[in-house]
């Protein structure tokens, strides 16, 4: 099974050289699938069948990942013809107290090979070769890595795989000092392998996706198509070309938004009785007009419906907005009087009342009390966001620069699926919510009953 002419037929030239890498501690910085991960099940397998009693712990973002790797597992321990035969495969219980579980292939000579998903409890108290899959995409990569790497003391080995998710990382962190260590002539701590998706593509990957012989147009257009799918040239750069973005630009990091990312979030359905706020961001052909929901539940302003309106007519785009109001009865709408915005902002005033409708004038310092709002509920944890890729983009697209005369600016990148319109929407939305408010009751015109039908800003 380790011939070069069996290699060959699995596996591509970086495939190879990965697997022929014995070094002790390997990183791999890398496209989205080129089949790392395949690979690695090889290694981790052909690991196994070498050295008896050996314990292989797999670590990746999530929990299907790991299971998918334990499925390749499973493959190739069927393709060894010695001591490579399964015992058994199953889901265990590893600490019944920490709630740690375990997809586990046990082998006859003793070693077994741990799929897990992330969980820096796992690791504790264990000892044997650890692999870190995805490692930029775990929650906490330095605790993870503090939990996995004593596992390795005792002369075991240390694989990390990942795409790019920032700039900033620990994952970043360790190719930048292995490259540099490189570059000086010191021997670096980690051995790193880099493959980018036109690399993947020189060495075969399309021919081995496709099962056949491809033409260059072909090899062409199929990367061109993948490129377009990304909607975005960060999501592009990092997650293919192994090119990472500066996180330090990026005003909402990766670290703020996805612990604020819940399925619950974008359900019009679970709207209760808390107050409403609403933000609209208008835009008219090159941008998206769109209206953010908020209800406040305690201290957490949780989305219920995110509108997205592209080439609308202004016509349209009031129709959508008395749709949402009559909906949701909101305390108070913030809307984007910039610019045409003016005409809108008069007209919603006029339908829903003054006290309800505010207009806001985007200038710098309003732009930089809008986001700085937002950002404040991000870091406090305060608002809940839809698992969205579009609503994710737009929220870690806004960057913030300063300027020769020390002003801050923000902006984003404009791209066919917008111009971060989503986040400036739901910054709106957080300012409606930014003033108190207070019930008002009122007599009916039917009866001296005193009534509390809806609760207005005040």
């Known amino acids: 099974m380790a011939s070069k002419a069996v290699w060959q037929s699995y596996f591509l030239p970086y495939q190879v050289a990965w697997l022929q890498d014995r070094s002790r501690m390997k990183i791999w910085e890398k496209s989205r699938r080129i089949g790392a991960t395949y690979c690695q099940a090889y290694e981790d397998v052909r690991d196994c069948v070498e050295r008896a009693g050996l314990a292989v712990w797999f670590s990746s973002a999530d929990e299907s990942a790991a299971k998918e790797y334990i499925l390749y597992c499973e493959q190739w321990a069927k393709l060894f013809k010695r001591a490579g035969q399964i015992l058994s495969l199953g889901d265990e219980i590893l600490d019944e107290r920490e709630d740690v579980r375990a997809l586990v292939l046990r082998l006859r000579n003793g070693s077994r090979i741990h799929g897990l998903a992330s969980n820096p409890k796992a690791f504790r108290s264990k000892g044997g070769k650890v692999v870190l899959d995805e490692f930029d995409w775990h929650k906490d990569q330095r605790a993870m890595y503090a939990a996995a790497k004593p596992s390795t003391t005792w002369g075991y080995d240390l694989r990390i795989l ?115 706020y609403v933000g609209m ?70 339908r829903f009342g003054e006290y309800v409708v505010e207009g806001v004038l985007f200038t710098g310092p309003v732009k930089q009390e809008l986001a700085f709002g937002l950002r404040r509920r991000f870091e406090d944890r305060q608002v809940r966001i839809p698992v969205d890729q579009e609503i994710r983009r737009a929220h870690h697209q806004v960057k913030k620069t300063v ?56």
């Open 162 to 276: 990942s795409t790019y998710r920032s700039n900033g990382g620990l994952y970043a962190q360790f190719i930048r000092d292995a490259k540099k260590a490189a570059a000086e002539g010191r021997v670096p701590v980690f051995s790193v392998h880099t493959t980018t998706i036109f690399a993947a593509l020189e060495q075969g990957l399309l021919e081995k996706i496709m099962g056949r012989e491809v033409s260059e147009g072909e090899r062409q257009a199929w990367l061109a198509a993948e490129r377009e799918s990304c909607g975005d040239e960060n999501i592009w750069l990092q997650e293919y070309c192994c090119i990472p973005a500066d996180e330090n630009e990026a005003f909402l990091t990766w670290d703020l938004i996805t612990p604020c990312e819940a399925a619950e979030a974008g359900r019009p359905e679970l709207t209760g009785d808390g107050p409403i």
């Open 281 to 350: 961001d208008l835009g008219r052909r090159r941008d998206l007009t769109v209206i953010w929901v908020l209800e406040q539940v305690g201290d957490v302003y949780w989305t219920r419906e995110v509108v997205r309106l592209q080439g609308a007519s202004f016509a349209a785009q009031e129709e959508e907005l008395a749709r949402v109001v009559e909906r949701y009865g909101p305390v108070r709408v913030c809307l984007d009087q910039t610019g045409m915005g003016e005409a809108v902002v008069e007209a919603a005033k006029r």
């Open 403 to 458: 300027t020769a005369a020390g002003n801050i600016r923000f902006d984003a990148e404009r791209t066919a699926a917008g111009h971060a319109d989503e986040f400036w929407a739901h910054a709106l939305a957080v300012q409606a919510a930014a003033s108190p408010y207070q019930p008002v009751s009122y007599e009916s015109v039917q009866g001296n009953r005193w009534r509390r039908d809806r609760e207005v800003w005040w």
